[in-house]
């Protein structure tokens, strides 16, 4: 993969463009080498402290108020009813209210399960492994306090086999925790090949349970039937990280920054045209122009942007227009059509085919599928397909109204898990933010813009050939 990818730990950028390492780099031995940048009014500091120069140990952690007494005298109870009142949602993608799921897998009967999912499958996202490598006791922690309140004696981490880096700071956390003589639930590490779907939860249980990690049809949903058919709380790593300041602050501290339906902060990666690509904490609600400008640094060149992936591969266009009217929380994002994700932002330049970009994300949603359902198996292809032609100016009659037909009507919630939608929701957004280029490929089989694909893991051209 390109070096896109610099880490930054509030205070510090490492950029691999100049020689310099990337955490992010799938593959790749970090061998971090820092600059300073400056702190701005945008950025927030609580789950990437300032002064982190690399794995935070256990005892930088505690100085930092890590596994406090306060967090620990709390009963499984008040932690649920903390997380409840702090409004902490998921970000794992489907933004579900923590408290919530916590209080139905504690409903259920028998021994129960936390599963840390740290598969991060999206290719534009590095905020689940900076989390991992730099602060391992933070989600470990909250991760224990999820079991705490949840009643779990089992603690599964899942995570793609090709995060080396990530997995081995883990396990030294872990290896730290167990001088510490508590009482811990079981303990394991369970890896699956990398692959888009193998992110989601039934994909992920069903990889735990030692199976192919591919999505299963619901019911049953995991809080109710997970790993080893027990009541399952799956929870993202960053959703994790927030719980132990929940639990040590409150949950009135953790709504001090961030909008009263999404509080908090949001960890964000930026990517594509950025002068600064990297992993950055905002406030729920910070403007996305002010992301882009001031911790982005602008688009290189100062190009115009043409359109944006703000939640990721899942979560559809936005155009370049709407940058500066729109902030990062769900509601204002929702009306631009667009969802928040897992806050992978990708930039894409005015200098480059919009619509390239739109076909090639296409063609990944089909390459992926994990091909159980069929109108996953062959939508994600057909969509593909017709934009492919529209983009080549040879489309076959109709292919526009099909595809439209297809990805806003059809196919929508047919698939077994959320990727066919995220699919119909690349498409339709796309048939929305690139008709200007539609008109033009159409017309003429090119806008005369490269046709550069800057779409992080999708630089090289699908092994399948457009039809
Ligand atoms: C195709 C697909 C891939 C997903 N990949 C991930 C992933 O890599 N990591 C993740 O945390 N959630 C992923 N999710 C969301 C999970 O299914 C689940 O909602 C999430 O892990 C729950 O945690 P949260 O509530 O803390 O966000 C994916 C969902 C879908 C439909
Ligand atoms: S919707 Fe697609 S990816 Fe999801 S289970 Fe069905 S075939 Fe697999």
Redesign the pocket.
């Known amino acids: 993969m390109a070096s896109f990818w610099h880490v930054v730990t509030r205070g510090h950028a490492v950029e691999p463009e100049r020689g310099w390492a990337t955490v992010g780099e799938i593959g790749a031995k970090p061998k971090a080498r820092m600059a300073t940048t400056t702190e701005t009014a945008v950025r927030v500091a609580r789950l990437l402290p300032t002064d982190l120069s690399g794995r935070e140990t256990l005892v930088e952690y505690q100085a930092r108020g890590g596994y406090a007494d306060e967090t620990w005298t709390r009963t499984g109870v008040e932690l649920i009813d903390a997380v409840e009142a702090s409004g902490l949602r998921g970000r794992g993608g489907s933004g579900f209210p923590a408290g919530r799921k916590w209080r139905s897998v504690a409903g259920q009967p028998g021994g129960r399960v936390v599963l840390i999912n740290a598969a991060e499958s999206e290719p534009a996202s590095r905020k689940d492994r900076t989390l991992l490598i730099l602060r391992p006791h933070l989600v470990l922690e909250g991760a224990l306090l999820a079991a705490r309140a949840v009643g779990a004696d089992e603690v599964v981490l899942y995570a793609h086999d090709d995060a080396a880096d990530a997995l081995a700071s883990v396990e030294a956390a872990w290896h730290e925790l167990k001088t510490l003589r508590w009482r811990l639930p079981r303990w394991r590490i369970v890896t699956a090949a990398h692959g888009y779907?193998a992110g989601?939860e039934s994909a992920a249980i069903q990889r735990c349970n030692g199976k192919a990690a591919?999505?299963?049809f619901k019911p049953p949903l995991a809080y109710q039937r997970g790993i080893r058919n027990r009541p399952t709380l799956v929870q993202n790593v960053e959703t994790l990280a927030n719980i132990p300041l929940i639990g040590a602050r409150g949950a009135d501290w953790f709504r001090t920054v961030g909008t009263p339906e999404f509080p908090g902060t949001v960890l964000v990666t930026l990517s594509g045209a950025v002068r600064r690509p990297g992993v950055y904490e905002v406030g729920s609600g910070t403007p996305l122009g002010d992301v882009l400008e001031e911790l982005g640094g602008g688009t290189p060149g100062g190009a115009g942007i043409r359109a944006v992936l703000v939640g990721g591969y899942f979560a559809g266009w936005l155009p370049g227009t709407a940058v500066d009217r729109v902030q990062l929380e769900p509601a204002s994002l929702a009306r631009h059509g667009v969802a928040l994700g897992s806050a992978a932002i990708v930039v894409v330049p005015d200098t480059v085919c919009g619509l390239t970009q739109a076909v090639r994300l296409l063609q990944f949603f089909a390459d992926?599928?994990?091909?159980?359902?069929g109108?996953?198996?062959f939508g994600?292809q057909a969509m593909a397909d017709a934009l492919g032609r529209i983009a080549r100016g040879r489309l076959e009659p109709n292919d526009l109204v099909r595809l439209r037909t297809w990805a806003e009507r059809t196919l929508p919630r047919?698939?077994?898990?959320?990727?066919?939608d995220g699919a119909t929701i690349a498409a339709t957004t796309a048939l929305r933010v690139f008709a200007d280029e539609i008109g033009t490929h159409t017309r003429r089989g090119t806008c005369g813009k490269p046709a550069t694909v800057v779409l992080p893991g999708l630089e090289e051209p699908s092994r399948r050939e457009p039809s």
Do not use: D, N
């Open positions: 779907v989601e591919k999505p299963t992926e599928s994990a091909r159980q359902c109108p996953c198996t994600t047919r698939g077994a898990c959320g990727h066919l």
